[in-house]
């Protein structure tokens, strides 16, 4: 009988995302069937299980639920149980591309059995397979995995694994996200995606034959980008009337020519007074950039005219007609690929005075979205309009929207009106989302990256987020005394519940023998930890990835106890040694989760630490780090049941211990080994790595 509620339960949610009222009721080319109602019509799916018990005697078998489109050739299964402790028989998904087990786990585990019917019916169509376990809205489980069409179980990819609200979709999303995992408009966005690349070089290249320094490339960029977000201003306007049409043969003419410096800047302000009605320090701010960098001398004629900038007869213009054309175009007709952050993470790496140089490192999509999935464990609840993000740190403001994103989804999952939908969004722009950046160029990148997903009322300061540096946000118009950033958020009632950082990476000295262990800058990751974590609210989740030399080195152990003496350790996690590739810097890393205002030494000092190093990306030569095979979402979901303890216990791997201030942060220190994947070659090669490490000291020679 239970059972029968996780059905209802599952026939609401189907519901909710879209489809009919009623089983066996054809709406718009859509109808699903509850057990073997499908009998009565449709012969396909009759057929297909006549002979699919889970028992695997070759009689008949009924999934609880089976979905088709007449104009998809797509099917969904959906096994449920009303027991989650039936969910699965493998803690890691993947196991399952090796087989469904023996026919008493095919029947008795909810995953087993919605692939056991995936199988027979993925000849002439793909599966989506769904396995529903629980009974309560609040204990369920749901995975859904594709079966490609024609394919073997080997070539079954994980889509979702999560909780009632956000998982389940309609036949449309399903198509979607076949298509992107299957890779079948990969070689479309891979060619988009690889011109964007050549583009950010070239633009790279033009730049500085035209003596724009690379100091000011990024913000030169940023200049363009957001007052083109601005269609209602002349700049846009007269930017699309002077491009050429082939189809009205109408050739090019630069409207903007010598007002290019006027028009750009006019749209600037209308933005910042009109448009996101920006508070009046944060224009300063952006006005003194800007004006810095928008000389008289971009109206000169341009020293080269390479093929993505043939128009325009000055620097600027021509910029402005390069950066609509395979930037703004390509974003508003392809908003499914990540065109801002691509450009800026190849573009950032050739202009090195922005990247290497500050210790800059773009965190990669998959990460902050992890981050996301982190905060919301140690939360206990999703981020939504309750709940304000910072990042002290933010850069061109990739956390941020990861934040705005997971937000957005988790009030689309609500079953609410669109009106109240709307209004949370609304929130969320106003109030969720608080963003530092000290470095001017990169302060700009962030507000128009920012805008670009909606967002430019969002709460973005220029200034430092060092504690110890008192960074100043405003003057105070009454007393005309000098605002610090704490006394700020303070004013503003912006004490965020979650703090998510990626630093600037203070680099060790390389050059000066004696200073080998000193930082560059003077200034340490750590430093920029313990800010965060005291900006946020009692309870609040710090979480940061930095250098492993934070969790590990020895003249980082102040700094470590430091911190732990006003705040508890929750957790770290080792990342993968080429995390970073796509950003020219090796660096290897770790996550570190904190809770904010709990002294370690009164909390139970048990921490969560773990080796994930392995994120199922694939290095290619000269194109950087991707997700090729697929691999992520499954890798994601093993290291979050870790996190969770819902995982298989796996000491070689990760291990949860209680650490005194003055130890080791670091799993490598306390996991055990895994003698079993120790061979020869592997002997060899690291005896080899020592060796050349050891002459490389010996003689002074730089990593």
Not at 116 to 137: L, P, W
Not at 432 to 449: D, H, K, Q, S, T
Request: glycine share 4%; aromatic share 8%; with cysteine.
């Amino acid at each position: 009988m239970s059972e029968e509620i996780t059905k209802g339960l599952t026939s609401k949610r189907l519901k909710q995302v879209g489809f009919p009222k009623n089983q066996d009721e054809n709406v718009d080319g859509v109808i699903y069937y509850k057990e073997d109602s499908y009998k009565a019509y449709d012969k396909y799916l009759t057929s297909a299980f006549s002979k699919a018990s889970k028992k695997l005697t070759d009689k008949e078998g009924t999934p609880d639920f089976v979905a088709t489109h007449d104009n998809k050739e797509i099917i969904i299964v959906i096994e449920c149980k009303e027991d989650v402790s039936k969910h699965q028989t493998v803690d890691n998904l993947d196991e399952y591309k090796q087989g469904l087990g023996t026919k008493d786990e095919i029947s008795s585990y909810c995953i087993n059995g919605a692939l056991h019917y995936a199988t027979y019916i993925n000849t002439n169509h793909d599966v989506i397979a769904i396995a529903v376990s629980g009974t309560s809205e609040t204990n369920m489980r749901v995975t859904s995995f594709i079966f490609p069409k024609g394919g073997k179980l080997s070539d079954i990819k994980l889509i979702e694994n999560g909780e009632y609200t956000d998982t389940i979709m309609n036949f449309d999303d399903y198509e979607k996200k076949i298509d992107e995992m299957l890779g079948r408009h990969q070689e479309e966005s891979d060619k988009l995606l690889a011109e964007l690349k050549k583009y950010a070089s070239v633009c790279n290249n033009y730049l500085r034959a035209n003596h724009i320094s690379a100091k000011d490339r990024a913000g030169f960029i940023s200049a363009i980008v957001l007052a083109l977000t601005n269609e209602n201003s002349p700049l846009y306007a007269l930017t699309e009337a002077s491009l050429p049409n082939e189809s009205l043969k109408k050739p090019f003419n630069d409207k903007i020519n010598k007002s290019a410096i006027k028009l750009l800047k006019e749209s600037l302000i209308d933005i910042w007074d009109n448009k996101d009605k920006i508070p009046q320090m944060k224009i300063k701010s952006l006005k003194e950039y800007y004006d810095r960098i928008l000389v008289s001398t971009l109206l000169d004629s341009p020293e080269s005219n390479p093929k993505y900038f043939k128009y325009g007869q000055n620097i600027l213009s021509s910029c402005i007609f390069s950066v609509y054309e395979n930037i703004l175009l390509k974003i508003k007709y392809h908003t499914d690929v990540d065109f801002m952050g691509t450009f800026y993470t190849v573009f950032l790496k050739y202009a090195k005075g922005d990247t290497k140089d500050k210790g800059i490192v773009l965190t990669p999509k998959h990460i902050t979205e992890l981050f996301c999935d982190i905060a919301e464990f140690y939360l206990g609840q999703k981020l939504d309009e309750t709940t304000k993000v910072i990042d002290i740190c933010a850069g061109t403001g990739g956390t941020l929207i990861s934040a705005l994103n997971r937000m957005d989804t988790n009030i689309e999952n609500l079953k609410i009106s669109e009106k109240e939908i709307a209004n949370k969004k609304e929130k969320v722009r106003a109030d969720c989302l608080i963003g530092v950046e000290r470095e001017p160029e990169m302060f700009a990148l962030a507000y128009a990256n920012m805008r670009f997903h909606g967002d430019g009322k969002s709460n973005l300061y220029s200034c430092s987020s060092l504690l110890k540096d008192k960074g100043i946000v405003r003057i105070n118009e009454t007393t005309r005394q000098k605002v610090t950033l704490q006394e700020e958020l303070s004013n503003m009632k912006l004490k965020p519940k979650v703090g998510m950082i990626n630093p600037p990476y203070s680099l060790l000295n390389s050059k000066d023998k004696k200073n080998k262990t000193e930082k560059q800058t003077g200034q340490n990751e750590l430093d920029f930890i313990y800010s965060m974590l005291n900006y946020l609210e009692k309870g609040g989740i710090g979480i940061a990835i930095v250098p492993l030399s934070c969790a590990s080195s020895s003249n980082e152990k102040k700094l470590r106890e430091e911190i732990l003496k006003e705040h508890t350790l929750l957790a770290v996690m080792s990342m993968p040694p080429k995390l970073f590739k796509n950003s020219d810097v090796d660096a290897t890393t770790c996550i570190m989760v904190f809770k904010a205002h709990n002294r370690h030494e009164d909390s139970s000092k048990i921490a969560f630490l773990s080796r994930w190093v392995d994120d199922g990306f694939l290095t290619i030569p000269h194109s950087g780090r991707f997700d090729k095979n697929g691999n992520w979402l499954s890798v994601k979901n093993e290291w979050l049941r870790q996190l969770k303890g819902m995982a298989k216990e796996n000491k070689t791997i990760y291990l949860r211990r209680e650490l005194n201030i003055g130890d080791e942060w670091l799993a490598e220190a306390y996991v055990k080994t895994d003698y079993s994947k120790l061979t020869e070659k592997a002997f060899e090669n690291q005896l080899k790595k020592y060796a050349l490490f050891q002459y490389m000291q010996q003689n002074d020679l730089e990593e």
